[in-house]
């Protein structure tokens, strides 16, 4: 009797898609530098100081300056302070960093609405079919790179690929500010040649086991049958096998349930009067309360965003006990806000409103209440008592 050996399929590449993985440079640092350019240069880190709480606390990101002393995200903020006690640390404004990650967003959704956000500062998005008909990803790429530079002086890197687990190695590649492209024909030589250590997805722990194993790079990977792969780390050992062969066949999967909606507007000219900031936001409000119709939400927060022409960002919000019911409503509220906290002083260049604590509007209002139908036609069909 002859007994055969167990097996698995070649699995094939799909490379009909199109991604494009999007990484903000430094973010939350970068924002900071931003907002208060004496930092741009030195070596910023998002975290509190480990003397103001006792040595507790982590590192949430921290500037290219930094990173140089050994400085990186999750690290604990001890260790950063030992390892870069010149570093300047700033507590960090996740409100800013949370509205600036939806004007991001809002960038994306120019080209696609295949976006799928990993976190403030990164996203997934599939251009296969884009909203402006243009067949080069990279192109795309670079146009958002260039956008979000020019309306919000931030860098970001960028990665093009058939799919997600290359396109986000790619974007790690040149950074900051970088651009990588991996098409189909080279993928196989990237991956081969890459450190098994810059493998997404592959922790401290197993990269220690293929350095026992002889793995240090893609070709040693390569070069290892799925079953030996599989007996040595289990179903990760299937997903190895695939991802140095250049095969992810995951999804792009969008975020459908909105968590705002607003809208903005960036002007060519710093706005410098009570009455253009007026006319401003009855536009935009407009806007934003027909993008709420079109979405079938309405919310009760009102949040309004100033950016003023140093690119100092104010934002401010209003939350009501009763959905915000029309865009004239919408209007006023936005406007006694802006009277309350804003400013002229220093020349406006961006003007947003935007909606939150959203909820789905199930059914419209019915203009004759249904129990007044109801005692009508009682009305009509009760007897005579004369």
């Known amino acids: 009797m002859k007994y055969g050996i167990l097996t698995f399929d070649e699995p094939k590449r799909d490379i009909s898609r199109k991604i494009i993985h999007i990484d903000m440079d430094a973010f939350y640092a970068s924002v900071e530098v931003r907002e208060n350019p004496s930092l741009k240069g030195k070596p910023v880190i998002i975290a509190r100081h480990p003397k103001e709480n006792g040595g507790r606390g982590v590192v949430a990101t921290a500037s290219y300056e930094a990173r140089q002393y050994g400085v990186h995200s999750a690290m604990s903020a001890q260790k950063a302070y030992e390892l870069c006690p010149d570093g300047i640390f700033v507590s960090g404004n996740f409100e800013l960093y949370r509205s600036i990650s939806r004007e991001i967003r809002a960038i994306f959704s120019r080209y696609t609405d295949l976006i799928q956000p990993l976190s403030l500062d990164e996203a997934y998005l599939d251009i296969t079919e884009n909203k402006i008909q243009l067949n080069s990803a990279t192109l795309i790429a670079q146009r958002i790179q260039r956008e979000i530079y020019q309306e919000l002086r ?123 900031v007026t006319q401003s936001l009855r536009q935009i409000a407009h806007s934003a309360f027909n993008a709420l119709k079109k979405n079938q939400k309405h919310g009760k927060t009102v949040v309004l965003k100033i950016r003023y022409n140093d690119f100092s960002t104010l934002t401010r919000r209003k939350t009501f006990p009763n959905y915000i019911q029309d865009a004239d409503e919408l209007f006023v509220i936005a406007l006694r806000i802006f009277e309350e906290e804003g400013s002229l002083a220093k020349g406006i260049r961006l003007l947003g409103i935007t909606v939150t604590n959203l909820d789905s509007v199930l059914f419209e209002n019915i203009p004759l209440p249904l129990w007044v139908k109801a005692k009508e036609l009682e009305e009509e069909e009760a007897p005579d008592g004369n």
Not at 171 to 187: L, N, Y
């Open 154 to 276: 931030l860098t970001c890197s960028a990665g093009v690929s058939y799919n997600k687990f290359l396109a986000k190695l790619a974007s790690d590649f040149k950074k900051p500010s970088g651009i990588t492209v991996i098409p189909p024909e080279d993928a196989h030589h990237f991956l081969v040649e890459l450190p098994i250590e810059k493998y997404h997805g592959v922790g401290r722990k197993s990269v220690e086991k293929m350095h026992e194993l002889g793995i240090f790079k893609g070709q040693d990977l390569y070069d290892k049958s799925e079953m030996e792969l599989v007996s040595h780390f289990g179903k990760m050992g299937h997903s190895l096998y695939r991802k140095v062969r250049g095969i992810d066949d995951s999804r792009v999967e969008a975020d459908r349930d909105r968590k705002s909606v607003g809208k903005e507007r960036t002007f060519l000219e710093d706005l410098k009067s009570d009455e253009e």
